[in-house]
């Protein structure tokens, strides 16, 4: 029996131990899923993650769930039971579980709030029994042929890693200064009730995370908002059959150019906000839009001052800016996880990337499986795998999709005298 540790217990960890929990049902022999996760699952898209306060609508449709787009091709010759068995986890069967499906389609199928979307991955966490180890990591080493997941009172020892989730949302441009808010501290606040009042308030970045941001501040008493991105305007992201089926089938993705890939996911999914956020901006006369990169940012006379840079042609133009509140809404690192490689794990990287260990080189190096090429143990890193397998893997666009690559993989097992795969850092005694 191997092990796959995966570090976070969001959609991804739930999609993968759900369909290995299916195929264990078949007969088949497949990784036993252990999740890592500090405060619980589907956290992230409680008020208790930093991400959200929960009450927001879900931007993908609810139907894209677990196991969606329930086109398996794991088992010759079973993958329609595979996709059957699947359906018992669907969103539907949750709605059925809980006695609200006739609610939902009466009210014609609305989005459900971010809270209710992790009710359901709760629900399907627990129907498939994860495997769930509380704590927050500190470390990711290499144990000979194994990941070593360790947190304060346990390590998890694994035949494959993979990692997901964006990472902490507390980081701010000047952590401290209460004219400055990081993710977590808004979502924090707009939990609370706590209604912001403010002149000026600058929202700095043009994706989700931004816009769901921007359509909170919609309700606090401000009198402006100025939108800080690096594009010339804010963009909406295209919602229409041809762009969502590049997310749920990226068949076609493989033969496109690096360029193609990279101009389809800036016009659909990187830097854009939903058309219904745009069509909320259209309505506010409130919002402004200021194009550049924020280079400095300096508390001064009651205010935030933020330097703005930004190319006009051959020339980089600066310009300074004074906000009464500003919150820094500029999303994940996407690499956020390396500062918490051992360097034995960083060499390890580096070798197999042939190179330093960057965002580009990562994403270039993702395989089909959604592991980086070259790299023993696996290392599976989905939300790095857009650009090379297509946008809906490191999003909820195909999870029903990411879980076969993954559990498709080959892994190899170790041998019978290493450690067992949960230890107590104080004892290194299985826990049950």
């Known amino acids: 029996m191997t092990t796959l540790a995966v570090l976070g217990a969001g959609a991804k960890a739930v999609a993968v131990a759900a369909k290995a929990s299916v195929l264990r049902d078949m007969g088949i022999d497949t990784p036993d899923i252990i999740a890592v996760e500090r405060i619980g699952v589907g956290a992230n898209w409680q008020a ?29 010759r079973r993958n329609a039971e595979l996709d059957e068995r699947m359906t018992r986890y669907s969103w539907q ?10 609610e939902w389609i009466d009210r014609g199928r609305p989005a459900p709030t971010h809270g209710r979307w992790g009710q359901y ?7 498939v029994g994860l495997n769930i180890v509380q704590g927050e990591v500190d470390e990711l080493a290499v144990a000979g042929d194994r990941w070593a997941v360790h947190t304060h009172d346990t390590t998890v020892y694994a035949e494959a890693l993979m990692i997901t989730g964006p990472g902490q949302a507390e980081r701010s441009l000047l952590p401290g200064n209460p004219r400055v808010l990081s993710i977590a501290q808004f979502w924090d606040r707009a939990a609370a009730h706590d209604r912001i009042t403010a002149e000026r308030v600058a929202v700095i970045g043009g994706g989700e995370t931004a816009a769901s941001i921007l359509d909170e501040l919609f309700h606090h008493r401000v009198s402006t908002i100025t939108v800080i991105t690096p594009q010339v305007t804010l963009f909406t992201r295209g919602e229409s059959f041809f762009e969502n089926s ?50 400095h940012a300096v508390p001064r006379d009651g205010q935030i001052r933020l330097t703005l840079s930004s190319n006009r ?12 509140l500003v919150i820094d809404a500029s999303g994940a690192d996407p690499m956020w996880f390396t500062s918490l490689f051992s360097q034995d794990a ?11 260990l960057t965002a580009d080189s990562v994403q270039e190096a993702i395989g089909y499986d959604l592991s980086v090429i070259d790299v023993t143990p696996k290392l599976f890193l989905p939300n790095l795998a857009g650009l090379n397998q297509g946008p ?14 993954v559990l498709g ?23 049950r």
Do not use: M
């Open 48 to 76: 208790s993650g930093g991400w959200t306060d929960g009450v927001h609508r879900l931007g993908t449709s609810p139907e894209k769930d677990v196991g969606f787009p329930y086109r398996s091709s794991l088992v010759p």
């Open 121 to 127: 991955l709760r629900w399907v966490a627990d129907q």
């Open 93 to 102: 069967s949750f709605l059925i579980a809980t006695a609200s499906f006739a």
């Open 346 to 356: 960083l060499d390890l990287l580096e070798l197999g990337l042939g190179g330093p």
């Open 246 to 295: 590049l997310f749920s089938d990226p068949t076609d993705w493989a033969a496109l150019t690096l360029e193609e890939r990279r101009d389809a996911i800036a016009r659909t999914d990187r830097g854009v906000f939903s058309a219904s956020v745009q069509e909320a901006l259209l309505a506010d006369d409130r919002i402004h839009h200021l194009r550049g990169r924020v280079a």
């Open 409 to 431: 993989a080959e892994l190899r097992a170790s041998t019978p005298a290493d450690k067992p795969a949960i230890s107590r850092n104080d004892e290194q005694q299985p826990l």
């Open 392 to 405: 809906g893997f490191p999003n909820l666009s195909c999870l029903g999709l990411l879980s076969d690559r």
């Open 313 to 324: 042609g051959s020339e980089n133009l600066e310009t300074v800016h004074g906000f009464d």
